[in-house]
């Protein structure tokens, strides 16, 4: 069998055909961190036009990578696999250093390495703690189904963020969710548990906000605390 014919190598080029195109690849690395999204959503985060991404997703449907699934006018797309996030993130990683050694094409500005969305800490260190508390078993890995997380085997692993999981009540909102950072293009914690962890690290003077911008300075402290994270 030549390699022109060997179907494997077809399929495998197939994809990566659809991967090869930023504004697809950023649509499915949103999808698989955050879930569910309408195309009014993807178009919103990705600021671009509603028909040039419909000309997209068309593509990633029938690369069988996009599913839609139709309520009454609206129409709401998610990955078509569950373990796509599983080679979103391989590719960055490769393509920019895993999570421990995130590069910059530039010199890193402190908001580069740490700086809040909404109520939540992101930047390198949002990636990191988040990749560290999946590795560790407290949260689940995000798979696009939805765009809320639950808790794994060991959510005492949050403890060591000055966080106890059981005592947050996420009232009206979510407990955990993924929230994909716009510049690494890698998940960090949203929800009640990433609001919870930020005042914990502000509490702690690890790290300390700014008044007048969203940047986050990692204090003194905050570098010896959190050395394997940032």
Request: hydrophobic share 45%; charged share 25%; glycine share 8%.
């Amino acid at each position: 069998m030549s390699v022109d014919d060997n179907p494997v190598l077809t399929a495998t080029a197939a994809v990566a055909r659809e991967l090869a195109d930023p504004i697809r690849l950023a649509t499915l690395q949103l999808l698989t961190a955050e879930g569910p999204h309408s195309l009014t959503q993807l178009a919103d985060a990705l600021r671009i036009t509603a028909p040039r991404l419909g000309n997209h997703l068309a593509r990633l449907r029938d690369a069988g990578l996009v599913e839609v699934t139709h309520h009454g006018r609206h129409a709401e797309y998610r990955a078509a696999r569950t373990d796509l996030a599983a080679v979103l993130t391989a590719l960055t990683h490769f393509a920019h250093g895993p999570a421990d050694t995130l590069t910059f094409d530039r010199s890193p500005t402190r908001a580069d390495l740490a700086h809040t969305c909404y109520d939540h800490a992101a930047g390198r260190l949002g990636v990191r703690l988040f990749a560290a508390l999946v590795d560790r078993g407290a949260l689940s890995t995000p798979d696009g189904s939805t765009d809320e997380l639950t808790l794994g085997d060991n959510p005492a692993a949050f403890e060591d963020l000055g966080v106890e999981p059981a005592t947050v009540d996420p009232g009206r909102r979510k407990l955990a969710t993924a929230c994909l950072d716009r510049t690494h293009r890698l998940p960090h914690l949203g929800g009640a548990l990433g609001a919870a962890v930020l005042a914990a690290l502000v509490r702690d003077r690890l790290v300390r906000p700014a008044l007048d911008s969203r940047e986050l300075t990692i204090t003194r402290a905050g570098k010896e605390k959190l050395a394997g994270y940032w």
